[in-house]
């Protein structure tokens, strides 16, 4: 069975700093998607990056970047120079793929404080 | 980008009374949408997933007849929550499979309270 897991409830940063936000996966499908999305205090789930099991460069997005060490099943998230506006919850996901139904499986979930 | 919303973003009833959450894709037709519970502070929990003109498949543990879903179009899904309790406050979010790019799109949720 496929399994997202987030190990870090919450984490803090000081403005304009990195962050890294950990997630590792368990799959036995070679192939598979990998997402990590915002959910701010609104409650809206904001898309931020995405990395498919078989492209051979990590994905960036701005100041997103994932850092894929697939032999490893992890899938952190960088956020470079954080900014008040980055303090939310942040998601890993994995898209089933099992099915072919597209659906995703979310980890635990870490929520981000940058201070100011 | 792909829109998808959900109506109503608030909604409060009574206890034993049931209530009806639209989602609906606006820009793009979705072969197959999605719903999810949130509790506070949580994950979130896929409750099923549906397929425009055929019935929804639930995930394990979830009342199919307590959440009715239909998926009469492409661009609408509807939850209800019959007979709802307390308990079934929380954060209800849907998302659409896009038919073309197979990409997810989130709504904005409904947040449910069950008084």
């Known amino acids: 069975a496929q399994k997202i897991t987030q190990t870090q409830p919450g984490m803090f940063v000081q403005e304009k700093e990195a962050v890294t936000l950990d997630c590792t996966y368990d799959t036995s499908d070679p192939s598979y998607g990998l997402f990590w999305y915002k959910q701010p205090s609104s409650g809206e789930m904001i898309f931020l990056i995405y990395?498919?099991?078989?492209?051979?460069q990590n994905a960036t997005e701005g100041r997103y970047s994932l850092n894929f060490q697939k032999a490893r099943k992890s899938a952190n998230l960088v956020i470079s120079a954080s900014q008040l506006g980055d303090s939310a919850m942040y998601f890993c996901a994995m898209r089933d793929q099992a099915g072919n139904t597209g659906k995703l499986i979310f980890g635990q979930g870490t929520t981000l404080q940058v201070k100011p | 980008g792909a829109v998808v919303s959900q109506h109503p973003s608030r909604v409060i009833c009574k206890s034993g009374t049931s209530v009806k959450i639209e989602c609906r894709s606006l820009d793009f037709q979705a072969t197959t949408m999605f719903w999810y519970r949130q509790f506070p502070k949580q994950s979130l929990m896929l409750m099923a997933t549906s397929n425009e003109g055929s019935k929804a498949t639930y995930e394990q543990g979830v009342e199919k007849d307590k959440f009715l879903i239909n998926h009469a179009s492409l661009t609408l899904s509807t939850l209800t929550v019959t007979s709802a309790h307390p308990e079934d406050s929380s954060f209800y979010i849907c998302?659409?499979?896009?038919?073309?790019?197979?990409?997810?799109?989130f709504g904005p949720g409904t947040r449910l309270t069950v008084t």
């Open positions: 990395q498919g099991s078989y492209d051979q």
């Open positions: 998302s659409a499979r896009s038919l073309l790019s197979y990409e997810q799109y």
